[in-house]
């Protein structure tokens, strides 16, 4: 008994708590148990500074060598990473990623393209990607290059274009509507719109008559065997007066008869020279055109003019072997004289004044254009695979090679500090296949600079203030088909001094 009794005075204690416990209510109210609690709404987590752009640059390379195309990016804050840039179109072979990125003073970002391009002339892509911020908040980013300064749409199908009015005006030649468009080289504005749907033919081409003002047409169909339009028309762009100008005669003893104007240029005199072809066979003749006071022409032989023996001494023995003279007439800076491409040794000089044909200077290529500068006497020769300058004197600059088989035209630069630069711009009809435009140094003569051109870009014309360079393309319907044009102005300035050359 003595032995239990401590165990005894333990446990009625804890028997009396365990009963008191037993009695109580969990629940506050006295009625259900509480369900457990839910939980609760997390507290707002910061997401970090995003980063903005600020502003872009683009410098281009010069495609050939390093320096190559580069995109700056500027941020409002610091940046410490970035991903590769996505495309929004489909990349072609000669279009790579830019993998070479730099960081430079924590808020610029520079992707570089080694060794390729970023953009063709008239094209604007668009990069998109995420920069990381320095405290780890992503940004998405979007950032567009256009490598143009602003385009012109134009709701047809643009066949010729050029510079007019001392290069303030275009004069634009819309095939499906069949009319001529005075545009405002600076706004793209309507000054006045010609109808030409009276005209037969499909193509039609123009020559501006520096002794008058005049714009002279002439039209031939593309596909008919002797279908001839021997009819050359006069426009007075600014009564828009639009009549015919000369009728070219058939002469009943000679069977195939060359009947269709190819080519026409004039002289400031006033007279000029008339290419005719047969669309029969491959005979070509070539008339003297003087223009009367109304703006009428009056068609002449060679021979009617004293000093062209030599000239028609070579035209029967030898240029007709080479179904010469070629579509070329190009009227000099002063408007003295034409150069006409006459066949694949030697150019044939027009003097206006006179009426004279001389046999200039030899080059053995085929001839594809003569520029004469704006500016001054220089003519820019641009052959099969041969370019250089022809100068006054006789004496050319350094020769430089291009494939010039592409249809495309070749012009001066005439920006101040880069005048001794002409560029060639070689196209081509398909709108998947880009060509190219270069740069030639003309004092040493190098290719400079290269950049793929959009495919489907035709012509490419400067302006003698050296401020601006016009080309158009012919865009295309999802069903093939052209729908509409446009019309590129380049700030060339701001070229150049992207180049890096």
Same mark, same amino acid.
């Given at each position: ?24 209510? *969990? ?9 457990? *609690? ?71 970002? !520079? ?19 995420? !920069? ?35 290069? +303030? ?8 509507? @069949? ?20 005209? %037969? ?6 020559? =501006? ?40 005669? +058939? ?23 008339? !290419? ?25 032989? %060679? ?35 034409? &150069? ?7 150019? !044939? ?17 085929? @001839? ?5 500068? +704006?500016?001054?006497? =220089? ?29 495309? @035209? ?5 920006? *101040?500090? &880069? ?32 950049? +793929? =051109? ?48």
């Amino acid at each position: 008994m003595c032995k239990l009794r401590p165990v005894f005075f333990v446990l009625i204690p804890m028997l009396l708590l365990w009963g008191a416990c037993d009695g109580l209510d *969990p629940s506050p109210s006295g009625g259900q148990p509480e369900p457990p *609690p839910s939980p609760s709404t997390p507290e707002p987590v910061n997401p970090g500074r995003l980063v903005h752009v600020t502003g872009t640059s683009f410098s281009l390379g010069n495609g050939i060598t390093d320096p190559y195309d580069s995109l700056f990016i500027h941020f409002d804050g610091k940046i410490v990473d970035s991903t590769i840039p996505h495309y929004d179109w489909i990349t072609d072979v000669d279009y790579y990623y830019p993998e070479n990125r730099k960081i430079l003073n924590d808020t610029t970002l !520079v992707l570089v393209f080694d060794g390729h391009q970023a953009d063709c002339f008239g094209q604007e892509n668009e990069y998109g990607f995420k !920069v990381t911020g320095e405290d780890g908040t992503q940004s998405s980013v979007s950032v567009k290059i256009p490598v143009y300064d602003r385009s012109y749409r134009i709701d047809d199908v643009i066949q010729r274009m050029f510079l007019f009015n001392q290069d +303030k005006e275009l004069m634009v030649y819309c095939e499906n509507g @069949k009319k001529l468009l005075r545009m405002d080289c600076q706004t793209g504005g309507i000054i006045q719109e010609y109808d030409l749907s009276g005209l %037969p033919g499909d193509c039609v081409y123009f020559t =501006v008559n520096g002794y008058n003002g005049y714009v002279y047409t002439w039209n031939h169909f593309t596909g008919g065997y002797g279908f001839d339009v021997p009819t050359i028309w006069m426009l007075d762009p600014e009564s828009g007066e639009f009549r015919v100008s000369a009728t070219i005669p +058939k002469e009943e003893d000679i069977v195939y008869q060359p009947l269709q104007p190819a080519d026409l240029a004039f002289t400031k005199y006033g007279t000029g020279v008339l !290419v005719l072809r047969s669309s029969e066979t491959s005979s070509t003749c070539v008339k003297v055109v003087e223009t009367a006071s109304d703006g009428t022409l009056t068609l002449k032989d %060679p021979d009617a003019y004293p000093g062209n023996e030599e000239f028609l001494e070579s035209w029967i023995s030898y240029m007709m072997e080479y179904n010469t003279i070629q579509d070329g007439l190009s009227e000099s800076q002063d408007g003295s004289y034409l &150069y006409c491409l006459a066949n694949s040794a030697y150019y !044939v000089r027009f003097e206006g004044e006179d009426c004279r044909f001389i046999v200039d200077h030899y080059n053995f290529d085929h @001839k594809v254009q003569a520029v004469a500068n +704006k500016k001054n006497g =220089v003519w820019l020769m641009r052959e099969l695979y041969d370019q250089y300058l022809l100068y006054p004197d006789g004496s050319t600059s350094p020769h430089w090679s291009l494939d010039s088989r592409h249809e495309g @035209k070749a012009d001066f630069c005439y920006t *101040p500090g &880069y005048e001794n630069l002409v560029i060639n711009f070689e196209s081509t009809h398909f709108k998947d296949n880009p060509a190219g435009i270069y740069y030639a140094d003309t004092t040493t003569g190098e290719i400079v600079f290269y950049k +793929k =051109v959009l495919g489907g870009m035709m012509d490419f014309q400067t302006t003698a203030d050296g401020k601006s360079a016009f080309s158009y393309r012919r865009e295309y319907s999802v069903s093939g088909d052209y729908s509409h044009s446009q019309i590129f102005v380049f700030d060339m300035p701001y070229l150049l001094s992207h180049c890096r050359l």
